[in-house]
């Protein structure tokens, strides 16, 4: 028993621990590079979830960052004094500022865990004013939004004169603004009776005159926005907002017969969302609009909520399912050449203790022992590479300043995957190769059974080509239909994979079409002089390996591609900034102020620009066509515009050059109709040329002259309608002036800056902005990165290939020299054998780039990344051909420096064997 024991002990020992570590020791360089590569591989497998995190909250900070206001949450309460008569619950003026606080400190837990501060604005409706007695009068009739002053407003305010103000019987004391009490003409000590239903029920004195800090100072945002400048009012009436205290305010609502509007705004922290603080955010805001009560606690006041946080949340769902989308391509790209670099390794290593397998199976070995040394040895170095991989993750995670991702390992979905096929890839080759092995040495000695495996063999790998085409054809067709949309995540996989089983497909008919080629060359060579034709030709036929040619057909297909989307992108990007500018640059007015007569000129004449032209644009227009009506965008353009359009480029969502003679019809000819020029959406619903403008309760009788197929839709809302400036400003002078001065040239942004007569956009600062948001730049830059990261596995395949025949080159140039040929032979077989691969991995690979732009370039959302009005059309680099020669050449050049370092410790005489062939 002991003796039985003990053998077994000694079997395992030899067997299972000693065997195998001595083979590794011999092949520590190829399981070195093994290892590495396992590195490499579980470092993309966690690395690109965990930087997909990162640009995804990223664009969460930013899409709510760039909701702005809409983003915050409202509380809303009615203001007046308990036991009033209105029919409305109501919250005592001197109790909102503690229910104010009550609802900043109840705030659910993700809203507080984003809240920045909390603003309190009480107003009340406007209140006409009548002139008091013995009062300084004023300048313009007053009307009065009464506002509640609270100790951190009366802080922030800077009194120029007087004071502020204070509870006192009889009166309401008010602070107003300095630039409407210039506005009005209200000086300190101004009385103005607050009239309701014709009588005047209470009288406010202005005993302050202050100044608010400017808005971008934080305690700015304690004082309402309406405190700061007078409004409009009818006719000669101007309207302001006048601060008083609490006890001013209950008068103030009493004469106005209408309670204060309280407003809370909860503001949020832009930095602290990530994206799933954008879902919780908007479930708690959606359960707060419907039950606010949880706000203020064991509280009788009524409060309620408003948000629109719901369309933050959209606008941030389609830039995530962009971001998600497109690092799933990404990885999984990266991910496939990476475990065919190992699946090629794994195999030079199988190939090298071939004869060692072969030597045990003769002495009794079954596979499954075969199989199990080779896994415990795979697990060993797996677990090797994979504690690698995290170290290169962690130590990437923390010098990264970007925010820790929650864990090491975001998705390990892409870990297991790859350390499966990994791990076990080494025992099935091993067993792989032996079972071939032996069935090579089984074959069956009758010429029909022998023709009958071919057929079966034949048979199978057609069944495999015709299913590899057809899965990838699915995939094509199911990224086109649906996009990268649905499934897991909210990602399509077998869409997300479109890529390598475009490129796979590609691969099988490279293997299919190659031999033809090269027999057609072998045919020419056998008639030719000399041995080096008909050798090229053999060595090239034999050398062709499934397995790198589908590496280096993919990694070439998948960077071609990526630099014709990343051109595409940059390209799309610069057509989106003509659409959404609308040229060059662009100016719009200040407010409610219009634009000079004079600026377009000035800046037509700058040095610099080709075009300038005033407009004034107004949104959502009444135009009556006579049996119905729509709402347009009406563009009054003056006499110049024809030339600015001339000097457009012809992009979407860009006014096309080709429209410059229409537009030159709208100078009106006499007394008659308006002349104006329709898109095509409002000319197919005429149905005469005659129609109605309506501003208000002025109507524009209107003639189309012209019909364009579409207008600025980049920049505005259509459809559209055109008018001269100066006859549409005539018609309606109080509604119609300049408001938009749009210019082309190199010069155009300067000239309009030194116009200084409002805002400026310009493409350059468009571009700026649009490629600095997290998920462009983010995209981008993982473009990039993954390109590299294709290459950088396609190189270490092809070399690791190219190391794996080295034995087998030597041997063959031996043999060679034997009879005759020159000691340059080793470097032609060399050249022969990775020549050949390179040429049809390249065509290849450029064919199945084509497929993937010319199938893919709609399903990938390119336009999210563009910014444009539609999707760009693919933009191949200029550097595309040299770039793809260089690479070959490179390839080629490393293949063969790779050759000479792995034979140069192999002499002919040391490895010259009997029979050896080529």
């Keep these: 028993m002991r003796s039985s024991l003990g053998i077994r002990w000694r079997r395992l020992v030899t067997f299972g621990i000693a065997l195998p570590a001595r083979r590794a020791a011999r092949d520590v360089g ?5 290892t590495v590569l396992l590195a490499l591989t579980v470092a993309v497998a966690i690395g690109a979830p965990r930087l997909a995190l990162g640009v995804v909250d990223a664009t969460a900070a930013d899409a709510v960052a760039q909701a702005g206001a809409s983003a915050d949450l409202l509380v809303e309460a009615r203001v007046a004094a308990t036991g009033g008569a209105f029919d409305v619950p109501v919250i005592p003026p001197e109790d909102i500022v503690a229910v104010a606080k009550s609802v900043a400190d109840n705030l659910p837990p993700t809203l507080a865990a984003v809240h920045r501060d909390s603003t309190l604005s009480v107003l009340t409706g406007a209140i006409p004013t009548e002139p008091v007695a013995g009062s300084p009068a004023t300048s313009l009739r007053v009307q009065v939004r009464a506002g509640l002053l609270t100790a951190s407003a009366s802080r922030a305010l800077t009194v120029v004169d007087g004071r502020l103000p204070a509870d006192s019987a009889g009166v309401i004391e008010g602070v107003v603004s300095r630039s409407t009490a210039d506005a009005a003409g209200i000086v300190v000590g101004t009385r103005l009776g607050l009239s309701f239903a014709g009588a005047v029920g209470a009288q406010v004195e202005i005993v302050g005159i202050a100044e608010a800090p400017a808005s971008s100072v934080a305690a700015s945002r304690q004082i309402p926005s309406s405190f700061r400048a007078p409004t409009s009012g009818a006719g000669s009436s101007v309207g302001t907002t006048v601060l008083v ?8 609502v009493q004469a106005g017969g209408e309670p204060a509007t309280a407003t809370m705004r909860e503001r949020v922290r832009r930095p602290a969302f990530t994206a799933d603080r954008v879902d919780e955010v908007a479930r708690e805001s959606r359960q707060l609009e419907l039950d606010p009560s949880s706000l203020l606690p064991n509280s009788p006041y009524t409060i309620q909520a408003r948000s629109t946080f719901d369309d933050v949340q959209l606008a941030f769902a389609a830039r995530e399912r962009t971001v998600r989308a497109q690092f799933v391509v990404l990885t999984v790209g990266v991910l496939a050449i990476a475990l065919l670099v190992l699946l090629i390794i794994g195999g030079v290593l199988v190939r090298r203790r071939a004869a060692d397998v072969a030597l045990e199976r003769a002495r009794g070995s079954s596979l499954s022992a075969v199989a199990f040394r080779a896994a415990g040895e795979a697990v060993v170095v797996g677990v090797i590479g994979c504690g690698m991989g995290l170290g290169l993750v962690a130590a990437a995670a923390s010098a990264s300043r970007a925010a820790a991702a929650p864990g090491l390992i975001v998705d390990p979905s892409w870990l297991v995957a790859a350390l499966l096929i990994a791990v076990l890839a080494l025992p099935l080759q091993t067993v792989w190769q032996a079972w071939r092995a032996e069935a090579g040495r089984r074959t069956p000695a009758d010429r029909r059974d022998r023709d009958a495996l071919r057929r079966r063999a034949r048979t199978v790998h057609v069944i495999v080509d015709v299913a590899v085409v057809l899965l990838a054809v699915v995939a094509v067709i199911s990224l086109q239909s649906r996009g990268l949309g649905g499934g897991a995540g909210g990602v399509d996989l077998v869409a997300a994979a479109a890529p390598v089983l475009v490129a796979a497909a590609v691969t099988v008919l490279v293997a299919r079409v190659y031999r033809w080629p090269v027999r057609a060359i072998a045919a020419v060579a056998r008639r030719s002089r000399g041995a080096w034709g008909l050798l090229g030709a053999v060595r090239a036929e034999r050398s062709l390996a499934v397995l790198p040619l589908l590496a280096l057909t993919l990694a070439v ?4 591609a990526d630099a014709v989307l990343a051109a595409t992108v940059r390209a799309g990007q610069e057509d989106a900034s003509w659409a959404r500018v609308g040229a060059d640059a662009r100016l719009e007015a200040r407010g409610a102020d219009p634009i000079d007569a004079d600026v377009a000129g000035r800046v037509r004449d700058a040095d610099g620009v080709t075009g300038a032209s005033a407009q004034f644009v107004g949104d959502s227009v009444d135009i009556d066509l006579g049996t119905a009506s729509t709402l347009a965008t009406v563009v009054a353009v003056d006499r110049h515009y024809p030339d600015l359009v001339a000097a457009l480029p012809a992009l979407p969502g860009v006014v096309s050059p080709t429209d410059a003679g229409a ?11 308006l002349p104006v020029v329709v898109d095509r959406t409002v000319a197919e619903r005429l149905v005469s040329d005659d129609l109605t403008i309506t501003f208000g309760d002025i109507d524009v009788p209107a003639r189309v002259v012209a019909t364009v197929d579409d207008g600025p839709s980049g920049s505005e809302s259509g459809p559209f309608l055109f008018a001269d400036l100066d006859a549409l400003a005539a018609a309606a002078p109080d509604v119609v002036a300049a408001d938009t001065v749009v210019a082309v ?3 155009s942004a300067r000239a309009l800056r030194l116009a200084d007569a409002g805002a400026v956009t310009t493409r350059a600062a468009w571009l700026a902005r649009w490629r ?3 998920d462009v730049a983010g995209v981008q830059a993982a ?3 993954g390109t590299g990261m294709l290459a950088l596995f396609a190189l270490v395949g092809f070399a690791g290939w190219m190391a794996g025949g080295s034995r087998e080159r030597t041997r063959s140039a031996a043999l060679l020299r034997t009879v005759g040929m020159p000691s340059a032979v080793r470097l032609f077989l060399a050249l022969a054998d990775e020549l050949a691969l390179v040429i049809a991995a390249t065509i290849g690979g450029v064919v199945a780039a084509i497929a993937l732009v010319w199938a893919t370039t709609s399903g990938l959302g390119l336009g999210a990344l563009t910014g444009g009005v539609v999707t760009p059309a693919p933009v191949v680099p200029s550097a595309t051909v040299p770039v793809v020669i260089a690479g070959m050449v ?7 420096l790779v050759d000479a370092v792995a034979t140069r410790r192999h002499r002919s005489i040391d490895v010259l064997r009997a029979g050896e062939t080529i």
């Excluded at 190829?30 to 093994?34: F, I, K, P, T």
């Design 890 to 896: 490179g390839a080629v050049a490393i293949g063969l």
């Design 772 to 774: 600095a948001q997290a």
């Design 745 to 747: 040239g190199p010069g």
């Design 30 to 34: 190829v399981l070195a590079c093994w």
């Design 663 to 673: 537009f030159r019809s709208l100078k009106p000819s006499g007394d008659g109709p």
């Design 557 to 560: 297909a998948l960077v071609a």
């Design 245 to 252: 205290t609490p006890t001013g305010l209950t008068a103030a």
């Design 783 to 785: 473009i990039g990165l």
